[in-house]
């Protein structure tokens, strides 16, 4: 391909046809965005072929995107020049052509909300055909009118407000329906008495190609409203009896895109290279490895291809994406909600954190560097405005607090294309991680043996909770009762323990004799459990003689570890493990001992709970450094 340079590109700017259309759609824009930009879903809608991707990386970071098809008879290689957005107003991408019809293809998109409710949206494509012999203006505008008519049929479909961006492309038929049911059929004994096993044949059948080959549970259970968890584990259970393929993806953590997927967790790398982003980063079991799952293709034939990259339903979290030319300064007009986000670009060093605020005031955003543009007078300004140059001051500028719609100048000092991303931290993915999956009881009963680490590979956990139990005077019990009695009380004692922590989202890891080590990878639920598990001993005890109760000893605490595979099971080590055995010691028995940083993340969950008495001390444990706050939590009536 030619080389490209920005006067190369400013010439076939100039030089573009346009061809423009305009619809009015009874939804607003931001009802709309999410399924406007589902661009991969509406390419295939319309019929446009498959496409083919590759990356070619840059010295100054980051990869360029290079696709190839078929328009018509043709074959047709371009460059995926930039891809823009600013939700839910504005989209556009340039193209640059090696191949094909065109040399040059533009399309933008922009949608303005009318004041009596519903938008008005442009469409414009701009274009430099390759021969100039060849008319090109009628298919570019049967395309345009394609594009329209699939929106309008998206707002036409579209239902109320809902948490996914796609329930505008379900299909159902007559045929499905059928297909549906017997699926249902199949599953209805794997999770009796559940309308899960429908819902998730519903979704299986009727929703598009790329969402159930990379089927998220969890995504599956927001968009009927059921449990995450009860979702998760029918897919555990389809997938150990056949129906559904288990996958490993490894995600990248800056486009959030699966550059491994995995069919067994044995064959994870630790290290892994993201051809888009031009980045090598870890596999963080907590983090960015996700647990997803396919139907057998006996169930449903699915389309692997891909139809469109290059859009924002591809990378959800970043929620708006600019290329500023070389050189170039632009203003930007955001319109983000309250919340927190960070600016970066995978060319530049460093990251802007940014706060979003809907009571700002001059005060909050005033800076000497990068000064607010809004009135002084004004004391809560609807507006503000960032001005940033895009070269070491990227690097040093700490944070900024904005206000919902704010105008941001950018400059391009460099001879370089530069990409700018506004992502939004925190942003729910839906993704069941690895270290949630894990740490099931479910999985741990159904793939403990088939599903682990390879022997020596080692991966770090930013936080886990651990909870360790113990019997107090189980060494008399064994010489009151004798070993076959005592070691079938244990066992009892073990029967009422494990359901409660399956029920509370946790897993068993191993017994040690008398002893229960359990992880969790929610506080609050831990805490539920142990507290479920004193209720229950308390409980039976009342049916026996004081000489035969069962009297418990917990202990909590949460923090980083490492999870590798022992004894064909995954295990999990580190100080965090040490400390709360250690602190499973200092129960007296019918409590729940746990750390501070624990407690802190549970103490209003505590008032919700009958009467308990809760007391505080400091302690050294045995082969821990430092002293350690803990609290003693246990019921009154107890």
């Given amino acids: 391909m030619q080389p490209l340079t920005l006067e190369r590109l400013k010439n076939l700017r100039e030089q573009a046809k346009t061809v423009q259309g305009e619809i009015q759609l009874k939804n607003n824009s931001q009802a709309l965005w999410l399924h406007i930009s589902e661009h991969d879903i509406l390419n295939k809608k319309m019929g446009l072929s ?218 994870l790398n630790t290290d892994v290279h993201c051809e888009g982003c031009n980045i090598e980063y870890g596999a963080h079991f907590d983090q960015n490895v996700e647990v997803t799952f396919a139907p057998r293709k006996e169930i449903r034939q699915l389309d692997t291809a891909t139809y469109c990259l290059a859009n924002p339903a591809v990378t959800r979290h970043v929620w708006a994406q600019i290329t500023l030319d070389p050189h170039e300064t632009r203003d930007i007009a955001l319109h983000f909600p309250k919340g927190e986000y960070r600016l970066c670009s995978l060319s530049l060093p460093g990251e802007i954190a940014v706060s979003v605020l809907d009571d700002l005031t001059p005060q909050h955003s005033a800076s000497e560097k990068y000064p607010d543009k809004s009135p002084s007078n004004d004391i809560t300004p609807r507006f503000s405005a960032k001005v940033l140059n895009l070269d070491e001051n990227f690097a040093a500028v700490n944070s900024w607090q904005v206000a919902e719609q704010t105008t941001l100048t950018l400059h391009n000092p460099s001879e370089q294309w530069i990409t700018v991303k506004v992502e939004r931290l925190n942003y729910s993915e839906r993704i069941a991680t690895a270290a949630l999956v894990t740490s099931l009881q479910d999985f741990r009963d159904l793939f403990s043996s088939s599903e682990v680490l390879r022997p ?136 729940v001992v746990m750390s501070e940083t624990l407690f802190q993340e549970v103490q209003a969950q505590l008032a919700q709970y009958p009467p308990l008495q809760i007391s505080k001390f400091v302690v050294e444990l045995k082969g821990i450094k430092k002293q350690n706050t803990l609290y003693k939590v246990c019921f009154a009536e107890i």
């Fill in 456 to 591: 020596g590979m080692q991966l770090g956990l930013s936080n886990m909770v651990f909870l360790f139990s113990d019997l107090v005077g189980s060494t008399r019990l064994y010489e009151r009762k004798g070993d076959g009695s005592a070691f079938a009380l244990v066992q009892k004692h073990f029967d009422v323990m494990i359901p409660i922590i399956r029920q509370q989202q946790g897993g068993v890891v191993k017994t040690i004799g008398d002893a229960v080590m359990a992880v969790f990878t929610d506080s609050q639920t831990a805490l539920k459990a142990s507290l479920e598990i004193l209720q229950a001993f308390a409980q039976r005890n009342k049916q026996f003689p004081p000489d035969e109760h069962t009297i418990i000893k917990l202990g909590l605490h949460k923090g980083p570890c490492i999870v590798l595979n022992l004894n064909d099971k995954l295990d999990y080590f580190g100080n965090t493990v040490n400390i709360a055995a250690r602190i499973q010691g200092m129960s007296q028995g019918n409590d």
């Fill in 50 to 267: 498959a496409r083919k991707y590759r990356f070619e990386p840059e010295a100054q970071g980051c990869s360029r995107l290079y696709a190839e098809t078929r328009f018509g008879f043709l074959k047709a290689k371009y460059l995926e020049f930039s891809c823009q957005w600013l939700p839910p107003h504005y989209f556009a991408l340039e193209r640059i052509f090696e191949q094909g019809w065109f040399e040059y293809l533009s399309v933008e998109k922009r949608l303005e909300d009318l004041k009596n409710g519903g938008c008005h949206l442009t469409l414009r494509i701009n274009y430099v055909p390759r021969y100039s012999f060849v008319p090109l203006k009628k298919g570019v505008k049967d395309v345009l009118n394609q594009m329209l008519q699939a929106m309008a049929e998206v707002d036409a479909n579209l239902p109320a407000l809902h948490p996914l961006g796609f329930e505008a492309f379900f299909q159902k038929t007559p045929r499905i329906e059928q297909q549906i049911e017997q699926l249902h059929q199949a599953w209805a004994d794997l999770m009796p008495n559940s309308a899960i096993p429908q819902k998730v044949a519903e979704f299986v059948h009727t929703a598009p190609d790329k969402h159930v080959r990379k089927l998220r549970p969890f995504e599956v259970a927001d968009y009927f409203e059921l449990p995450r968890l009860e979702v998760l584990t029918f897919c555990l259970l389809a997938a150990k009896q056949g129906f559904l393929d288990l996958s490993w993806d490894v995600l990248c953590p800056s486009c959030r895109g699966s550059n491994e997927r995995l069919a067994h967790l044995w064959n």
